[in-house]
């Protein structure tokens, strides 16, 4: 008789190390475009100082991505580079770390619906999202050198 856990492991989305950093690459791109792109649409509501607002939520994204998410992305890619192949995709992240997605799709949307002036949303939003996409830049460098990167 086979044991549960070798019944229930036929099931499991089980992959490679290298596949761990495509999603965890995919992941930080495509929510960084979205916030952009976000952040983007919310600028057209704006009249005045669009270039202004783009320029600084740059420069704090790019500042928030080199102080904080870079060392979330380290930690992300050493996590990884741990893992046995045939771990589970979801794995990708901590459940601390997926708690805290949660958390912030929760911020999100009350963001979104907070009567913040579009300026200000714009702003959050591109800083955010600039700040996943310039960080997202280590772990495609980890995918495409594979787990020795670091």
């Known amino acids: 008789m086979k044991s549960r856990k070798t019944t229930i492991s036929r099931f499991k989305p089980g992959v490679a190390r290298r596949t761990h950093l495509l999603l965890a690459a995919m992941l930080w791109t495509g929510v960084g475009t979205l916030l952009l792109t976000k952040g983007a ?4 509501r704006v009249t005045d100082y669009q270039g202004a607002i783009v320029a600084a939520s740059l420069l704090a ?3 928030k991505g080199y102080f904080v998410l870079d ?4 930690r992300t890619i050493n996590r990884i580079a741990g893992f046995n ?9 901590s459940i601390k770390t ?3 997605v949660v958390g912030m799709i929760a911020m999100g949307i009350a963001l979104r619906r907070s ?7 714009s702003f959050i939003y591109i800083t955010i999202g600039w700040g996943l996409l310039f960080s997202s830049r280590l772990a495609w460098f980890a995918w495409r050198k594979g787990t020795d990167y670091v």
């Open 41 to 44: 649409f919310r600028l057209t």
């Open 98 to 100: 997926w708690v805290l």
């Open 71 to 74: 060392r979330s992305a380290r």
């Open 61 to 63: 994204g790019t500042l």
């Open 85 to 93: 192949d045939n771990t589970c995709f979801g794995a990708v992240y």
């Open 115 to 121: 009567s913040l002036p579009p300026e200000l949303l």
